[in-house]
């Protein structure tokens, strides 16, 4: 797969939007990758870490989000969801599933229906090891400060406002991810 050619079909000018998504993927594929490196024992799939990682935002431009240059129409929860649908018109389902499972620390079809948010009601959990390292990797980076890398108690405390449920699916990635 070449996922710079799929990023110049839909991101195909030099825009902010074009530099942040691509700033920001690039930070979550980094982070993802040292994962891989530290736990050979998780035998994780690298190439499709990194490709997946470098896709799992590709959504965002048909979202409102005006703060980082998304002037869609479809609220930016949706995403995920959004890129899931045009990685899947590609052919990458594996990849599709990361985009829409990656949101907060998943979400549950319960969250959905209890916030009354705008996702079909059904389960957006990682379930693979691929899927949760880049889940977890994208925590610690956000689109508004590109040059910052929280430290888990941000990326725990933003994850927080969500519930606590994702608090500790986070955790579990915690004890498995982080070294020492």
Same mark, same amino acid.
């Given at each position: 797969?070449?996922y710079? /050619?799929?990023?110049d079909k *839909?991101y195909?000018?030099d825009?902010?939007l074009?530099?942040?998504?691509?700033?920001h993927? #690039?930070s979550?594929?980094?982070?993802?990758?040292?994962?891989?490196?530290?736990h050979p024992?998780?035998?994780?799939?690298?190439?499709f870490?990194e490709?997946?990682a470098?896709?799992h935002?590709?959504?965002?431009? #048909?979202?409102? /989000?005006?703060?980082i240059?998304c002037?869609?129409?479809?609220p930016?929860?949706?995403?995920?969801?959004?890129?899931?649908?045009l990685?899947?018109?590609e052919? *990458?389902e594996r990849h599709a599933r990361?985009c =829409?499972?990656?949101?907060?620390?998943?979400i549950?079809?319960? #969250?959905?229906?209890?916030?009354?948010?705008?996702l079909p009601? #059904?389960d957006f959990l990682?379930?693979?090891?691929?899927?949760?390292?880049?889940?977890?990797?994208d925590?610690f980076?956000?689109?508004?400060?590109l040059?910052?890398?929280?430290?888990?108690?941000?990326?725990?405390?933003?994850?927080?406002?969500?519930? =606590?449920e994702g608090v500790?699916?986070?955790q579990?990635?915690e004890?498995?991810?982080?070294?020492?």
């Amino acid at each position: 797969m070449d996922y710079q /050619a799929i990023i110049d079909k *839909y991101y195909p000018e030099d825009t902010e939007l074009r530099r942040i998504l691509i700033t920001h993927s #690039q930070s979550v594929a980094r982070k993802a990758l040292q994962i891989v490196s530290s736990h050979p024992e998780l035998h994780l799939d690298a190439r499709f870490i990194e490709e997946a990682a470098m896709l799992h935002d590709i959504g965002i431009f #048909q979202t409102d /989000a005006p703060g980082i240059h998304c002037f869609g129409s479809q609220p930016y929860i949706c995403h995920g969801r959004l890129g899931a649908e045009l990685l899947r018109k590609e052919g *990458y389902e594996r990849h599709a599933r990361v985009c =829409e499972r990656h949101t907060g620390a998943g979400i549950t079809k319960e #969250q959905i229906e209890k916030q009354q948010l705008p996702l079909p009601h #059904q389960d957006f959990l990682p379930e693979t090891m691929e899927e949760k390292v880049i889940c977890y990797a994208d925590k610690f980076f956000s689109k508004t400060h590109l040059d910052n890398e929280k430290s888990i108690e941000k990326a725990e405390k933003s994850l927080a406002k969500f519930g =606590e449920e994702g608090v500790k699916r986070f955790q579990e990635w915690e004890r498995m991810f982080e070294i020492g």
